[in-house]
């Protein structure tokens, strides 16, 4: 089951750049939370502060708290162990270049000693059924690199790896933003049915795509989270007049 | 008023978080894991005690080599690098002598540096080309076998390659490749025009007698050793930029060699730095294919045609003779300075990698 995650204070910086300043949020557990806003507002880099990948940049620092459950990722828990419970998917696809399509999707399971042969072929071939790829390249699971397969493939492949190992929380940053309508729709139905055992926040320049799949909606601007309500709310009354200046396409 | 933009009602998928009994099995998997932050701290640690390691052989070794080279730190002091003392007979300056006990260090210093220089500018061009040639336009089919080939030559000993010095290159650059150079620098014009700079003419750098051996000799030699060092290692760097930043300076409209420029020299220009300060080294250090060929005499000319001598070599040719105290602790000091003068090149060309690519944008992921 999924867990709620609760973001207070929360500050992030590259440098001296503030790229993240007070946040506070609640995710709600078991839903999907979507996160819009312009380019270079900081969506990513509040995404990299979940799991604590934003500390993982030479140059980067975070303070504030986050919960997860009822662990606080920061003080209460090691970097690997959050990880551990936290799935991400990239906004680039960055497939592992030198392990098969099959290696690539257990790669989680198999670095953390997981060693049922049986079970790894289950999870393998459920995760590549949940991101819609299992039928494009179960003919070559093992003799095909990760990185030999279309964008978009690798895409919804790092999307089934994150899945593998079956996290709490799943973190995905413009998922779809490679994919095709079809290939979408699939990860959309996906997102939709995986909300019952997991947390999801979506980061998306796709409107639409937010309205379809989250319950809630975050907007982001210049390194602040404007207005935070559910989907319905936002899209057809938010009450900051940025955030309606945003999603009608007037902003500037 | 917001155009309305459908919103998928939430279709009663579970909105209440379940407790964790539901967990599947991968997940207790994992979690039996614990924090690991033993299996982080453990690592982190071993691998500081390698790299501390490295800190107390280097320190051990410079602390030795100062404790035997006492005697002449003592004697002459930092004058052992600059001084000389002049041959009542012929006039000339007196560095070395072991058995009338003149030990000044001048000339080996100025035969590492100047051959290790005539390397470099050999090798690097070169190497550079090779390298680029094997990543961006050989034939598949010769690729494999040519990297090979690159490598192997870098693993062939030195003293191999000395004994092909004294036997093939020497003569080769007696008969037909010093006459040459001999030709172009002593050409009466340049010699009119530019004699002042004392490169050409007599006095200058292909002056004096065609011996065959002598800087000049030893300099091609350790090029010849250090050329597959860089290419190689060049190789193997240019390699690892991605297919992709090519094809990003193709789609510009750029030609091959732009594309190498701006794609591939630009993303590995560290690694390459790298790996000629890795030949550079190796040829400061080289010291039997140096000691056949350099003619091992301390003195300092400026042609490249004479022989001279270099701290490594002098240290293989005299350590076993070094009957006296005063001398063997002469050749540690050498030892000493050619640590130093390993240490001041390697830091001089980080130096010059950290200001070429201060300017450049910072990347940080
Ligand atoms: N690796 C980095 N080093 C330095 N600054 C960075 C880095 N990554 C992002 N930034 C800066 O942080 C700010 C927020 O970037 P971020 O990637 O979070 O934006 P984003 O909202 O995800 O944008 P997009 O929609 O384009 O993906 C930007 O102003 C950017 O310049
Ligand atoms: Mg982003």
């Known amino acids: 089951m999924g867990v709620g995650i609760e973001v207070t204070n929360l500050n992030a910086w590259y440098g001296t750049n503030h790229t993240l300043q007070d946040i506070n949020l609640p995710v709600p557990a078991n839903h999907a939370t979507a996160l819009i806003g312009p380019s270079g507002c900081g969506k990513s880099t509040f995404v990299r502060c979940l799991n604590r990948m934003h500390e993982t940049n030479p140059v980067a620092r975070v303070t504030g708290s986050v ?11 090691s970097p690997v162990e959050v990880r551990r419970r936290v799935g991400m998917v990239f906004q680039r696809p960055n497939p592992f270049p030198t392990m098969s399509i099959y290696d690539n999707v257990c790669s989680g399971l198999k670095l953390n000693g997981f060693r049922n042969r049986k079970m790894l072929d289950e999870v393998v071939e459920r995760s590549l059924r949940q991101s819609a790829l299992w039928d494009e390249v179960k003919d070559d699971l093992k003799k095909k690199s990760g990185a030999s397969l279309s ?15 079956d996290p709490e929380v799943l973190l995905m940053d413009e998922p779809a933003s490679a994919l095709d309508p079809v290939s979408t729709s699939k990860i959309e139905d996906l997102i939709f049915e995986l909300k019952s055992q997991y947390t999801i926040v979506i980061v998306t320049h796709n409107m639409q795509q937010a309205a379809r799949v989250a319950e809630k909606t975050g907007f982001f601007l210049n390194g602040r989270l404007v207005e935070f309500d559910s989907t319905h709310k936002i899209f057809t009354n938010p009450s900051d007049k940025r955030t309606e200046d945003y999603i009608t396409g007037r902003f500037g | 008023m917001v155009p309305p933009i459908p919103v998928r009602e939430n279709d009663g998928a579970a909105v209440e978080p379940s407790t964790s009994a539901g967990a599947s099995e991968i997940r207790k998997f994992l979690q039996s894991r614990g924090n690991s932050a033993l299996a982080d701290q453990t690592f982190k640690g071993l691998m ?3 790299a501390f390691c490295i800190f107390v052989v280097v320190a051990l070794i410079v602390v030795e080599l100062i404790l035997q080279s006492q005697p002449t730190l003592q004697k002459f002091g930092l004058p052992f690098f600059f001084k000389y003392n002049v041959d009542p007979v012929t006039k000339m300056p007196l560095f070395w002598d072991p058995v009338n006990g003149t030990f000044y260090a001048l000339p080996f210093l100025y035969g590492t540096l100047v051959t290790s220089l005539i390397a470099l500018a050999i090798a690097v061009p070169l190497s550079l080309g090779v390298a680029i040639f094997l990543t961006e336009m050989c034939p598949k089919f010769l690729r494999g076998p040519l990297a090979f080939l690159t490598e192997l030559l870098a693993a062939i000993p030195s003293v191999v390659y000395g004994l092909w010095a004294v036997f093939v290159l020497v003569p080769l650059l ?8 001999m030709s172009v620098f002593n050409a009466p014009w340049l010699v009119k025009a530019f004699g002042w700079t004392h490169l050409f003419g007599d006095d200058g750098l292909f002056g004096g007698v065609n011996l065959g051996l002598g800087m000049f000799a030893a300099g091609v030699v350790l090029a010849i050793m250090i050329l597959p060092i860089i290419a190689s290692l060049t190789r193997e760097v240019m390699t690892a930029v991605p297919h992709s930043q090519r094809e990003a300076a193709l789609a510009l409209g750029a030609t091959r060699w732009e594309t190498i420029r701006i794609a591939v020299l630009r993303n590995a220009r560290i690694g390459i730095v790298g790996s000629i300060i890795l030949g550079l080294g190796r040829a400061l250090g080289e010291t039997m294919a140096v000691a056949m060929v350099i003619g091992n005499t301390p003195q300092i000319q400026m042609s490249l045609l004479s022989t001279g001598n270099s701290m490594a070599s002098v240290i293989a040719n005299e350590f076993s003779e070094a009957t006296s105290d005063l001398h063997r602790s002469a050749l540690i000091e050498i030892g000493l300075a050619l640590f130093l003068v390993t240490i001041i090149v390697n830091g001089l060309a ?3 990698v950290w200001a070429v690519t201060r300017g450049a944008p910072a990347r940080v992921n």
Do not use: K, S, T
């Not at chain 1, 919960?67 to 828990?77: K, N, P, T, V």
């Not at chain 1, 964008?151 to 190992?165: D, E, H, K, S, Y």
């Not at chain 2, 007696?174 to 150079?181: A, D, I, L």
């Open chain 2, 48 to 50: 500081m005690l390698c």
């Open chain 1, 151 to 165: 964008g978009g493939q690798q895409q919804r492949m790092c999307i089934a790896r994150a899945l593998a190992v």
């Open chain 2, 350 to 352: 980080r130096l010059l």
């Open chain 1, 67 to 77: 919960r997860i459950g009822d662990q606080d990722i920061y003080a209460d828990a």
């Open chain 2, 174 to 181: 007696r008969e037909h490749v010093n006459p040459v150079f």
